[in-house]
Nanobody
Framework: QVQLVESGGGLVQPGGSLRLSCAAS????????MGWFRQAPGKEREFVAR????????RSANSVKGRFTISRDNAKNTVYLQMNSLKPEDTAVYYC???????????????WGQGTQVTVSS
């Protein structure tokens, strides 16, 4: 069992930066790959980035490549999403998820946080 709690969302101007954090409980954090997903109003949840259990392999969606970076600190049971050069179209609720998977499909992740709102607006 893994419980996930996201933080770090907020309102930011276009071109600004935010860092999201996702704190995990439980002693099995290092077992799981971690993913970030987002869901904008009226849209389906979409993949943003994922990182392997060791942190050695990452993958990002084309829409955020070069702007967002996923990382993890296994000693702190935390995964991060550094978001730079934010655009209005990045506005969404951002969720972290844990799964024993290489997948970028949300259905393949077993545990989810409650989400944190990111709003990019001037």
């Amino acid at each position: 069992q893994v419980q996930l709690v996201e933080s770090g969302g907020g309102l930011v101007q276009p071109g600004g930066s935010l860092r999201l954090s996702c704190a995990a409980s439980g002693r099995t954090f290092t077992t799981y790959a971690m993913g970030w997903f987002r869901q904008a109003p009226g849209k389906e949840r979409e993949f943003v980035a994922r990182i392997s259990s060791s942190g050695g392999v990452t993958r990002s969606a084309n829409s955020v490549k070069g702007r967002f970076t996923i990382s993890r600190d296994n000693a702190k049971n935390t995964v991060y999403l550094q978001m730079n050069s934010l655009k209005p179209e990045d506005t969404a609720v951002y969720y972290c998820a844990a799964g024993v998977t290489w997948s970028i499909s949300s259905t393949d992740y077993d545990y989810w946080g409650q989400g944190t709102q990111v709003t990019v607006s001037s």
